[in-house]
Nanobody
């Protein structure tokens, strides 16, 4: 039974843009925090961005600020990751994940995520 479904990945050239979507289903629709992560081949998974869907606070990894933005459309139970000015080093598998956090949770922590999507590939060619 699907709980989180990512879409919007694909292949683009350097400088291009992609918008990833993470749609929540079932009980994950009640999660108040959605995070995006990525993992390049041979590297560890790392946090990209996260958003608290209750209060609208969001966080983007410092190295990606200015190029990546995260947003949420709660009416659609969907969180988006807009990626602009893409570089080859942005290539990898992108995952969204759901967490249930309290209001004091620091979004930069990228922990407490309990349910994960299957991931979607992003390939940026030079």
């Amino acid at each position: 039974q699907r709980q989180l479904v990512e879409s919007g990945g694909g292949s683009v050239r350097t400088g291009g843009s992609l918008r990833l979507s993470c749609e929540t289903f079932g009980y994950t629709s009640n999660s108040n925090c959605i995070g995006w992560f990525r993992q390049a081949t041979g590297k560890e998974r790392s946090g990209v961005a996260s958003i608290n869907r209750e209060n609208g606070r969001s966080y983007v990894d410092d190295s990606l600020k200015g190029r990546f933005t995260i947003s949420s459309d709660n009416s659609k139970d969907t969180v988006y990751l807009q990626m602009n000015s893409l570089k080859p080093e942005d290539s990898g598998m992108y995952y969204c994940a759901a967490a249930w956090v309290d209001s004091s949770y620091e979004l930069s922590r990228f922990d407490q995520f309990e349910v994960w999507g299957q991931g979607i590939p992003v390939n940026v060619s030079s």
